[in-house]
DNA sequence: ATATCAAATGATATTTAATATTAATTATAA
DNA sequence: TTATAATTAATATTAAATATCATTTGATAT
């Protein structure tokens, strides 16, 4: 984090960043609970929910919204989801080439000034077919 | 929709589905609920989103998921989004080469069975710049 | 035209995700 | 070490969506 900007580091912090930053399967809010938990027993869910929400505001981690509920994500670089239909799995889709195409086809749209996009693909996973 | 499937024509049935036929503003179940209220005054939430569903389970319209909450559109041809990170607004962008590129692109993904994709564009609309 | 019956409705209760409130606690910098 | 602003935890509240179920309705066969 940016020492500048006047972060406190407190255990709670800390425990949920390194959970989420080793953890790729997308976690709800209640997943980070329960896995967090495990090391700080006595830990409030409001704080998980503040924490996601800050470490998200500062570019730490990604929230992702699937179905209708919040999920995080260490991976912070732009890239897109594979969700599959049945199970609800996701599979984080890196490419580069997708989004600048993208962005470049939406450059006509001057009513809109686009910041950024993503593209979720839906499907059948292996598991499920 | 199909004879052969006997699905009953109740008005409350016909008028949500005319109401969003007639808006292309991706309204949400409240917002469907409170239009079509006007015609039928002792309509049910309940029966609006049993309503919205199962229009969508048939294919007449489409459900989307913005930021946690469902909306309903008319629009069933395969298309993207641009949402306005400010006040939410949220326009439809057609693009088969959208859709093509990313459908070819994902197609050596042999562990999923991709189905279909969509592409959310964020930005800031003309109104919030 | 009427009877039948599965499907749909409407009222309400319940569930779930997320946000708001606030007194007590804690991390940082002076 | 102290001051203080941020954070925590517990709880309350809100909002979206689903579940339940007695009553009503619409399509079909007669």
Redesign the interface.
Known sequence: MNESENIKYTNQRVEILDFLQNNYTHPTVEDVYEGVKKKLTRISKATVYQNLKFLASKGLIQEV?I????RFEPNIKPHHH?I??NCGSI?D?E?K??TD??LD??KK?K????????????????KC?
Do not use: D, H, P, Q
Not at 67 to 70: E, H
């Open positions: 919204n179905k209708g509920v919040s594979i599959c239909k599979v889709f490419s080439e997708l195409f993208s086809l939406i749209m009513e809109f000034n686009i910041e950024s996009t993503n593209t979720n693909f839906f499907g059948i996973c292996s077919k």
